[in-house]
């Protein structure tokens, strides 16, 4: 039982690098990003996480290079602090306490102790109003300052920091609003308004999106919606400002940065093409072109050597001198929606989910960095709005991780639906998988659901697929035939199964791969692979069976599933419902290296928590809520929900697998704690009884038959007449010792406890083979555990 | 509105010729448009960009440059004369042969003394300007090639002339050249391809600027010889520079239809270290841009599109003013098409013919709105070929339709027209009176008697017209010692009365039966572009370049109450805004109340009756009138009365009463 309060989520990894236009340092040796709640700093060279500069309680909304020392860094962020780091060593120098949310900075060299950040404007309530104020940042000692030193210097700017740049030597300063460009001069204290019509002749939109200043002259360059460059000059005169127009880009102009020297001009947008324009010869133009994803931040070394380029795939391009791409820094992509679920590749343990359209991603979680992108669709991806694009939307790992299959499916007309299987099978000498079978068409409508036989390497893999056409297909890796020896085994269809024209939803195999449970509306049917022959129907009604899931190790004998109303653990050796209970469950997983499972269910009112933050931030905001509502045990089953939205987002996804073991910790801390606090303190008058009263209390359908128990009993009860605990510990199950001992810290645990031991069945076993030679190995398992419990029992008994 | 019978005339198939060069006076605010017929149009920029003037063209004269020196304008072609323009009489004054083959530019010192002309055989001729006539002075120091383009340094010692290939400067004291600046060629292919530079500006700080066939806009040092920056401007050509006045700004026009604008900045702001930064783009050309002008406030440009374009430079002028509009001036700003209203034909006027029309006939009685079926089609019934070199630079067609005249610059033709149902015939008048020798505006009296036209020192030849002979009966003079031309003639239609008006904005009136003047209409500012006489009330309606209205009483010999109510209401903002002066006025017979007017975009009937509209009410309300109930309508409406979509109006067609006002429109209409 683990309270709310008590769990603290830690954003690990996985946001976003390019939320704000990075900074290179002054040596250009590091490259520092906000990322989510850290400033992350990177080696420009190596492109690994040098550095994380942990502090702020909330999105870090902007980093900076002090002007005056190019050690230290300025970051600040919606938490209202601004704080102040030396970067090559990770310290925290100074928090300066601002009090409200900051969503960009600015300094100048020319203005000593003062930095610039835009917060909501307090003037008027309105949510998308921003002001411009100037912090006079306190020069003392002191680890944490609070800065009373505020002076507004704009008002009606754009929350968006491309919006804001200084001019040569921070004698004014360029802000873009809408279709206005405002430059507001320091030392007259004034500002010009330039206002552009909102839409030109042609149809085109005037509407600014970013700025940049000259470091030289006085030219402030403009980029805008309709992909011009504009490039103001003579603005300190109110009436005669002239400007002249660039124009490459077709869409939207998103960044734009000029070189330290004033020499050229940077800018990127949507093509993922940088432009170097050539100051004052503007039709000299340089591009880097195939960069990837539309370019969403430009950033430009100290030194003008190295330019580098934000991504909106979450990618970071370092670039040489313009001409040349020196690494890539690439984070998490987050695509449109995660259509694959969340995979775990057996093989290199990285997170597989959609990435770039028609990519699988492969990012690791431990160094939240992504590993490698693999094309799956294998076409070029053409950027526009409306084109239908291939989708994966299926993704299966077999148990090695040496096949992977993936479907990919483009829908046109909601009738016409292109569907593609593909297997991929890994190759150990390039280190990645290679396209081994594509399956056009393997199914008439949509398939819903993959499944790879776990239990693979000894058989040939076996894949099952089904559909709303109505089938489920089983694929297997046929050897080819021989007169085509060149090439190697490919995929082919084994078996079409159906079941009484019933739609199949999900599948699943066991752990060992020898039975198939696929749903078909409200049923379950179980099929052997081996025979392709349906041995048990299971039903559980109402409501269409969502997810299904074997149970594992100790507890293979038991199928879980859900439907919209019901979580339902059937027993496959009665074909029976073992228990079922109430709950929706929108996900069932079940733990790879453990007998857990997890059950995520949906709740109501979960929404308030999740986003009451400003509009501008809103869509980072909705951060992963895990609480545990109950810890259901049953029969050694840990059923825990979470609190989550529906939508599978992939924020809350990052942080999803970690979140198995730390709920597998939890749960056994959980159990431990209320159950270790007694046994240590506690007589051992109670413990025996206790255990009388354990197997009197235990649920009967979860004890084994009674006739099983009975001779074990009393088998038990003969044997323990000479029987000790010094001489069980000497006893002849010498392989069991190292289970007792393990018993012997988890023997108290309540109920049902004794289930999440590992244990392997002794082979060698010489009383419970004799005892029970047609058992099957759980029985045999199960028949163990109730001797232990007789042994401890009847020793207490024979002191007492 | 009243009833209109309307005829569709979409067969006047008018082609306005390619603009080749201009000249802008700064002192009198006058601009020389050289077309490619050989035409020169002298428009008036202080009066709402009005079309003075037209010297009609000559086969064979392709003026490539112009040239104002004072009030003087001079033209040089590539048939390799020299051309001073009469400006009072519409017509070359006289031709100077250059002696050095094709003439591809001239230009004038600042002190208006000489006249340089490039030559094709490589020279510079340095023509003296006296006060009659020009005289060849000397040879500037021969150069191999042709020279394409001058530039004067302000201070008229020194001389910039683009040639193939390069740039030279000329001491203009000593004759020799100074400076040889060679001009890089276009990459790739055009790089065997001999650039030419079309265009040089002289700045008075010893810039020389340049435009070139690689497309290149060039800043030398003309004290040095040495290039200064390179602004690659377009792909193709640069034809044509021009600076403004302060030397603060040159525009460059490309062959890609674009004018690039680059002015002199400081990069910094408040340092005395300028730069030419190239700002603005504009589009308003679909193919070369052959002429520019850099005025103070706007910039002017015209070429193979035929359009004058005048693109006000917003840092110059008011925001959202009248003059902060663009203008397009595409149709000449008179009348090409004259019409007999009894016989039902039209006249147009082309440069080098005419061509006479029979209207089509309906039978049909037709509720408003619809299209008549056509009995007979429209005819064209004499394509007439005028004689000689010169173009057509007037004609007129008698409303009996039997008489048609035509005028170049050295003669007058008169024909008889006999027209039965099936066969034309026209016989020329052979003895014409001498006194019809050059004149600039023709016109019929209303009877067919008379022919009117206009002559030198705004005089006016009375003729009369008879099926045996025609004499000319006397001239008509007045007295305000105007020489400027007549440009408008207009009989009253009991021929009692003639109004003349001229371009020094002086409106005369003429009394034809004691053969005198009778009066002058009090001069306005600006010139008039639409005269006609009231048929019944004998009250002289003009309309403006600026669009202002007047109707002056000939019987009271001032203006009439209505003229002054007018006047001191004001007309609505939007009326004035117009950008096209009205061309003709005329009166609805039925209604003496309403006064129709038309300009190349807009028929207006303005109601005398009802109350002139307040700057607040909106102008064009047909459209939302019609949708009134008839109480609110009658509130609503006010005298002006207009339509600007024509393929409405022409639909709204009823019995007629009145054909003749219909055709008035013929000549939007044929580009409607």
Known sequence: MVEEAEIRVVRQGGSKITFREPVISSDSRFLLCASGHTVKVFSTVTEECVQELRGHTDLVTGVLLRPSNHLQVYSCSADGTVRLWDFTDGILIRTYVIGYPIFSIFASASHDGVVFIVTASQRDNRSDAFQLVAVHLPACADQLVETTELSAVLGDVSANPAAIAFGRAGEYLASANGSQLEVYFFKKKKSHRFSLKEENRNGGRNTLTCVACHPTDDCVATGHEDGKIRLWRNFSHRKEYTYSTLHWHHGAVASLRFTPEGSNLLSGGLESVLVQWRYEQESQRNFLPRLGAAITHI????????????????????????????????????????????????????????????????YSLQRDKLLFNLDIVQQEFIHQSGLDQYQVVRVAFDGSGSWLATVEERKQKAAEVEVNLKLWAFDDHTQSFVLNTTIAAPHEARISALCFDPAAGSRTAVLVSSSADGHFKAWRLAAPPAHTDDEGASWSCDFVGAYHGLVPGCCSFSADGS???????EVVTVWSPASWELLATLSQPPGDVRNLCFGRLSCS?????????????????????????????????????????????????????????????????????????????????????????????????????????????????????????????????????????????????????????????????????????????????????????????????????????????????????????????TQVRELRRVRKLDHSWLAHLLDS | MGEFKVHRVRFFDYMPSAIRAMAFNSHTERLAVARADGAVEIFNFADNYFQEKVIPGRDGRAVEALCWVGRRLFSAGLDGELTEYDLENLRPKYSIEAYGGPVWTISGNSQGTLLAAGCEDGTVKMFEILDERIQFQRNLDRQKGRIISLAWHPSGTKMAAGMMDMIRIFDT?????????????????????????????????????????????????????????????????????????????????????????????????????????????????????????????????????????????????????????????????????????????????FPDHLELWRLGESDGNGAPGEILPVKRKPEKLIQLKRKGEDHICCSALSPCGSWLAYSTVSSVRLYRLTLSSNSVSIQKVSKLPKELRSVHQLCFSLDSSRLFASSSLSSVVVVALDQTECRCLHTLKHKSGSKQPIHILCPSEDGRWLAAANTDCEIHVFDL????????????????????????????????????????????????????????????????QRDTPVTRVTFNPTNPAHIVLHDAFMFCIIDQSLPLPKAETKLYNQMVLRSFPQPQRSRESHAFKICKNFQCTLCEKKQGKQPHTNVKMKATQAWS
Not at chain 1, 656 to 678: C, N, V, W
Not at chain 1, 750 to 758: H, Q
Not at chain 2, 270 to 294: I, M, P, Y
Request: hydrophobic share 35%.
């Open chain 1, 299 to 362: 950033a430009v070394s100290p030194d003008g050597s190295r330019f580098c380029t934000s991504h909106s795939d979450n990618k970071i391009t370092i670039i040489q001198s313009c001409v040349k791409v020196s690494s890539i820094i690439q984070g998490l992509v987050t695509g449109d929606e995660v259509q694959t679920d969340l995979m775990v590749d057996p093989r290199s343990k990285a997170l597989v989910l959609n990435g770039k359209p028609g990519h699988l991603q492969f």
């Open chain 1, 515 to 521: 039975l198939l449970a696929v749903s078909f509306q």
């Open chain 1, 557 to 777: 004998k038991y199928l879980l599933g859900t439907t919209t109303k019901l979580l339902c653990c059937w027993n496959l050796l009665t074909c029976s419902l073992e228990w079922s209970t109430s709950m929706e469950v929108s996900l069932l997983l079940a733990d790879p290296l453990s007998e857990n499972m997890a059950a995520f269910c949906h709740q109501d009112g979960s929404a308030d928590r999740t986003s009451e933050r400003s509009a501008f931030l809103q869509r980072r905001s909705c951060d992963p809520l895990m609480v545990p509502l109950s810890a259901a045990l049953s029969d050694g089953r840990c059923v825990a929900s979470r609190r989550r939205p529906d939508a599978l987002v992939i924020d809350d996804a990052v942080a999803m697998t970690p979140f198995y073991l730390l709920l597998g910790k939890h749960q056994r801390s959980g159990a431990e704690a209320p159950a270790g606090g007694p046994s240590s303190g506690t007589p051992a008058l109670p413990q025996s009884s206790a255990a009388v009263r354990e197997l009197l209390q235990t649920p009967a359908h979860v004890l084994p038959a009674a006739s099983f128990l009975c001779s074990a009993f009393l088998e038990s009860l003969l044997i323990s007449v000479t029987d000790d605990r010094s001489v069980e510990e000497t006893g002849p199950a010498d392989q069991e010792m190292e289970s007792e001992k393990e018993e012997e810290e988890g023997s108290d645990e309540e109920t049902g406890a004794g289930g999440t031991r590992p244990e392997e069945a002794p082979s060698g076993g010489a009383q419970t083979e004799g005892a029970a030679p047609g058992l099957t190995r």
């Open chain 2, 173 to 349: 004291e000593t004759g020799s050249a100074t400076h040889r600046m060679l001009v890089e060629r276009g990459a790739g292919a055009s790089k065997s391809k001999e650039v030419v530079v079309w265009s040089v500006a002289f700045l008075s700080d010893h810039t020389v600027i340049s435009g070139d066939s690689a497309g290149k806009f060039q800043i030398w040092d003309g004290s040095t010889g040495t290039l200064i920056r390179s602004h690659p401007v377009t792909k193709w050509d640069v034809l044509v520079l021009s600076v403004s006045q302060d030397e603060s700004s040159v525009i460059a026009g490309t062959s890609e239809g674009t004018v690039v604008q680059f002015q002199f900045i400081a990069s910094t702001a408040g340092q005395e270290d300028k730069h030419w930064f190239r700002t603005r783009t504009f589009k308003n050309h679909s193919h070369d841009v052959r002429a520019l002008v850099h005025t103070d406030t706007a910039v002017v440009s015209g070429g193979m599109d035929t359009q004058l374009v005048v693109r006000p430079l917003l840092d110059k002028v008011e925001k959202n003013t009248q003059e902060s509009a663009l203008r397009k001036i595409a149709f000449p700003h008179r009348n090409l098409v004259s019409c007999a209203k009894k016989a039902g034909l039209l006249l147009f006027q």
């Open chain 2, 513 to 576: 039966h004691k053969k005198k003047l009778h009066c002058s209409v009090p001069a306005y500012s600006s010139c008039p572009t639409a005269v006609s006489i009231h048929p019944a009330s004998c009250s002289l309606v003009s309309v403006h370049a600026d669009q202002q209205i007047f109707e002056f009483s000939l019987k009271q010999k001032e203006y009439t109450e209505w003229s002054r109510q007018l006047q001191r209401q004001g007309l609505h903002p939007l009326w004035l």
